[in-house]
C-alpha cells in the first residue's frame, strides 16, 4: 500500500491502477503506479505531492470508519498497560472500523493472532475491508455476539468494548492464559464502577480505573504555553489481572 502527502500535509490512500484527483490536481495512474516510496510527483496543476508508505497511525487516520474510534491516548494505555507484544492472542469485541484490532494485529506481528467480534454487519464489513485495505494477515473478523461465547482460549489479552461488558466476565476468566488480561472501555463512570466490582467479584487481580488526558504544548517567537484546546474525556478504561 502507498499513500499520497500534498502541500498541505493531507494525506490520501492510493489505489493501484486509480487515477489521483484533488482540489490541488490531478495524477495519472501510470505515473503513480511507477513512483516509488520517497519519490515527488506532480499533479496537472503543478502541485508537488510526496510518496509514502503508511505507518498503522497513517491508515487509521485516513481509512473507512462509519463510526467512533478509540483514540491514541487510550490506545497507547491499553498496549503499554498490558504488555502486549510479538506472539500474544488477543480477543477483542466491539470491532467498529476496526482501529484497535489493526493496532492489536501491528503489535503481535506475524507470530501472534487477534480475533475480533463484531455483532453488526456493516461495522463488520467495513473492518475486514480495512484490515484488508492494510494488508495485515493476522486479524479475523467474527461478524457475531461474544455473549453467545469466546471460542478461543489461551489468550493474553481480552480487550471489551461494549455496553455491558461485565455480562460475560466469567467467560473471559475461563478464556485468558494465567497472567492475562481483561481490559474494558468504557465511556461512563457507571460503567466502569460495575466493571470493577463483579471483576473483583469473579476472582480478578490487580484491577484499576485509569482515565487519561492530553494536553499539547504551543511553541512561540514569546514563548511555551500548554494549549488552550486539549484531549479531555473519551473514556475509562479498567484493568484487571488474572492470577
Known amino acids: 500500500m502507498k499513500m499520497i502527502l500534498d502541500?498541505?500535509?493531507?494525506?490520501?490512500?492510493?489505489?493501484?491502477?486509480?487515477?489521483?484527483?484533488?482540489d490541488l490536481g490531478i495524477i495519472k495512474p501510470e505515473i503513480l503506479d511507477e513512483a516509488k516510496v520517497g519519490d515527488e510527483v506532480k499533479s496537472h496543476l503543478d502541485h508537488t505531492f510526496k510518496i509514502m508508505k503508511?505507518?498503522?497511525n497513517d491508515f487509521i487516520d485516513i481509512m473507512d470508519r462509519r463510526c467512533s474510534i478509540l483514540l491514541q491516548k487510550d490506545i497507547g494505555q491499553v498496549l503499554s498497560h498490558t504488555g502486549l507484544g510479538a506472539g500474544s492472542r488477543v480477543v477483542d469485541a466491539g470491532t467498529g472500523a476496526g482501529a484497535i484490532a489493526l493496532n492489536f494485529g501491528n503489535v503481535?506481528?506475524?507470530?501472534?493472532?487477534?480475533?475480533?467480534?463484531?455483532?453488526r454487519e456493516d461495522f463488520a464489513d467495513v473492518a475486514r475491508k480495512n484490515i484488508e485495505n492494510f494488508g495485515i494477515?493476522?486479524?479475523?473478523?467474527k461478524n457475531r455476539d461474544i455473549k453467545e461465547g469466546i471460542d478461543e482460549d489461551d489468550v493474553?489479552?481480552?480487550?471489551?468494548?461494549?455496553?455491558?461488558?461485565?455480562?460475560?466476565?466469567?467467560?473471559v476468566m475461563e478464556s485468558l492464559n494465567l497472567g492475562g488480561w481483561l481490559v474494558v472501555y468504557a465511556?461512563?463512570?457507571?460503567?466502569?464502577?460495575?466493571?470493577?466490582?463483579?471483576?473483583?467479584?469473579?476472582?480478578?487481580?490487580?484491577?484499576?480505573?485509569?482515565?487519561i488526558f492530553q494536553r499539547g504544548l504551543e511553541v512561540r517567537p514569546q514563548g511555551v504555553r500548554p494549549k488552550t484546546r486539549m484531549v479531555g474525556h473519551s473514556g475509562y478504561l479498567v484493568f484487571a489481572r488474572k492470577l
Request: proline residues 8%.
Open 156 to 171: 493474553d489479552l481480552i480487550f471489551l468494548d461494549l455496553p455491558k461488558p461485565f455480562e460475560i466476565f466469567e467467560d
Open 187 to 211: 465511556p461512563y463512570i457507571d460503567q466502569a464502577e460495575i466493571s470493577y466490582r463483579i471483576a473483583k467479584k469473579v476472582g480478578f487481580y490487580n484491577i484499576e480505573i485509569t482515565e
Open 108 to 119: 503481535v506481528g506475524p507470530d501472534g493472532e487477534v480475533f475480533t467480534y463484531e455483532i
Open 137 to 141: 494477515k493476522n486479524i479475523t473478523v
Open 54 to 56: 503508511p505507518n498503522i
Open 7 to 22: 502541500e498541505r500535509g493531507k494525506k490520501y490512500v492510493l489505489k493501484p491502477g486509480h487515477e489521483f484527483q484533488s
